[in-house]
């Protein structure tokens, strides 16, 4: 599996922001848990997914997924 992501550093913590708009991702507790790994995965506190919005007038939503996948 490809998957197209961004790696993002803030306040201490690391992100890895997947676009699900523009590529088609299911996320599962086991992903997240391996794309979360630092040793054998891409390594993040957290998973950002960026979906499009279902509400008139807003752009985007995301979802976030702690790295145990939580």
């Known amino acids: 599996m490809k998957l197209k992501f961004t790696k993002m550093h803030g306040a201490g913590n690391d992100f890895v922001v997947i ?3 523009n ?3 299911q996320l599962s507790t086991e992903l997240c848990r391996h794309i979360g790994d630092r040793r054998f995965g891409i390594g993040a506190d957290q998973i950002l997914v960026v979906e499009a919005s279902v509400t008139p007038d807003v752009d985007f939503r ?3 997924f702690n790295a145990d996948g939580g």
């Open 23 to 25: 590529q088609n991702i």
């Open 62 to 64: 995301y979802r976030i």
């Open 19 to 21: 676009d699900a708009i």
